[in-house]
């Protein structure tokens, strides 16, 4: 089960990935899928900006990170307490673009997972082409 707020288009990959823009990426406890997925947005978008942000996630990570409404955070938690973690800071969140990349599609996951509203929730068993065409449908606006 997919959650998509676009629709596919035929737009060229590299047609819509021009606009630099600034990406936050929190991936705790999941460095396979993280670390491939990581290599690839770094591998293709040359004018952004990505910046991994520590595993433990403190709030404070907005002033220190210099986070602005709008820009793009990923987000993989790789546990229920990581996505627990995340709830809790779900006012600071929502000014952001959100990625949520959730570890398995149980209901009770799912639908904690939408409470941070996320504009493309995917689980980590899914296709990494469907995250990196929602960030470019994102560099397009």
Not at 23 to 42: Q, R, T, V
Not at 52 to 61: C, G, I, K, M, R
Not at 97 to 126: C, K, Q, W, Y
């Amino acid at each position: 089960m997919h959650y998509c707020l676009w629709t596919a288009t035929d737009l060229s990959l590299n047609m819509i990935l021009t606009a630099p823009m600034n990406i936050y990426f929190y991936a705790a406890g999941n460095p396979g899928y993280a670390g491939k997925l990581l290599e690839i947005i770094d591998g293709i978008l040359d004018t952004w900006r990505i910046i991994p942000l520590p595993d433990h996630f403190p709030a404070s990570v907005f002033l220190d990170y210099d986070m602005h409404s709008g820009d793009v955070l990923i987000l993989i938690p790789n546990q229920r307490e990581q996505l627990d973690h995340l709830l809790k800071m779900k006012e600071l969140l929502q000014d952001f673009r959100l990625i949520l990349i959730l570890p398995d599609s149980a209901e009770e996951t799912v639908t904690r997972g939408h409470l941070l509203m996320p504009r493309f929730l995917t689980f980590t068993d899914n296709d990494m082409d469907e995250v990196l065409h929602v960030l470019g449908r994102m560099s397009a606006r």
